[in-house]
């Protein structure tokens, strides 16, 4: 099985950053994590994702300002988030695709959501 564990959400004011972290544990490869949210009374979007081989997608909506990188040997997943509005107001979830070790195809894990709140 592979586990997802998310830290760094919290309270900011409109203009301030933070940073999420997602570790994965496990025995697997992985094809691709990144980050989705979902902010109240509206659909999960996509945020941004990282493959393994280092290509990054964006929403249009944060690509000057969001940032994703990851550390390969930690197998874990960083967002930069700066110039924070209140819109970016959402649960962030950590997302992960991967090859589990002795199991066929890819699997989805999803993290357990970490809020973050920007005041205006």
């Known amino acids: 099985q592979v586990q997802l564990v998310e830290s760094g959400g919290g309270l900011v004011q409109a203009g301030g950053s933070l940073r999420l972290s997602c570790a994965a544990s496990?025995?697997?490869?992985?094809?691709?994590m990144g980050w989705y949210r979902r902010a109240p009374g509206k659909q999960r979007e996509l945020v941004a994702r990282?493959?393994?081989?280092?290509?990054?997608k964006y929403a249009d909506s944060v690509k000057d300002r969001f940032s994703i990188s990851r550390d390969s040997a930690k197998n874990t997943v960083y967002l930069q988030m700066n110039s924070l509005q209140p819109e970016d107001t959402a649960v962030y979830y950590c997302?992960?695709?991967?090859?589990?070790?002795?199991?066929?195809?890819?699997?989805?894990?999803w993290g357990q959501g970490t809020q973050v709140t920007v005041s205006s």
């Open positions: 997302n992960a695709v991967v090859r589990v070790t002795g199991w066929i195809g890819e699997n989805e894990y």
């Open positions: 496990g025995s697997f490869t992985i094809n691709h």
């Open positions: 990282i493959t393994s081989g280092g290509t990054t």
